[in-house]
């Protein structure tokens, strides 16, 4: 039996997709015949993400800042009008700075709060909107972090504000379902990207080692040996995108090549 996926022509927005997880997860949805509209806050690097995945389908840029009402609204609106509408949601964004609870002032709470729990609740309702007059509904992936399961003691915002996600996905598959549109959440473990990169210049500094040590030390936590490939945790997006995953709805799904240890 082969997989049909089902995403032709089906209109998508992906947030926070300049690099990383997000531009990863774009080109995963482009190569399946999705029509895409990526967004990050910063125009020139959203306008080079553009060009490099306009290589592989129909892709447009939205420059908006996740952690604004407005910009949020101006986002949602006009990938809905560029694209007739939408059908898909992928909430990625950017990640906290590290930093131990004790090191962190109201106003790093208060942005973290904005970046990582108002986001996607307001987000996924901008998009659920639209979704719900559709026949087919909608799906909604909302991208969160080991830190939801297993705080990690240097990443206390993410460890804080990342759990809210657990009860938004519950939240909303409850409601929406009756709707036909499906919400489910993705935990990535370590992906080889930027931001894991700084965790490592992080830990290196902390620890007075050097960041290919800190890195290799991780490695050797995971069971599989190794960092994940931003292009293994897209097809999982790709997957809870798409008619494949029919079934599924307020579920979150690790991927994160065995690390987390918690059995709950
Ligand atoms: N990599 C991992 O192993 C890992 C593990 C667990 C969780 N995560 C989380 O997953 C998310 C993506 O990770 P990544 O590794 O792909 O990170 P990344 O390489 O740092 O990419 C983050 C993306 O978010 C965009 N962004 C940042 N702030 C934004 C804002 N205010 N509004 C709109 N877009 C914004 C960035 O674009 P601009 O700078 O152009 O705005 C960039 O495209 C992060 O939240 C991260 O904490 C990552």
Redesign the pocket.
Known sequence: MSIELGLSGQRVVV????????FAAARALLEEGARVVI????PE??ARAVQALSAFGPVHGIV????HRADMERLIGGSAEHLGGLDVLVY????PAPGRAMELDYADWQRAAE?LAVSPAYLSRLAAERMVTNPRGGRIVL?G??TMREPIPTLAL?NVMRISLLGLVRTLARELGPQQVRVNGVL????D????REIFDDTARRESTSPVEARARLEREIPLGRLGDPAELARVIAFLASDASSYVTGAVLPVDGGILRSVG
């Not at 967004?39 to 910063?42: A, D, G, I, L, M």
């Open positions: 947030t926070g997709a300049s690099q990383g997880i997000g967004n990050s806050s910063q690097r959203l908006a800042d996740l952690r990625v964004t950017g990640g970046l991208l972090s080991l993410s990535p473990g370590y992906i990207t930027e931001r894991v």
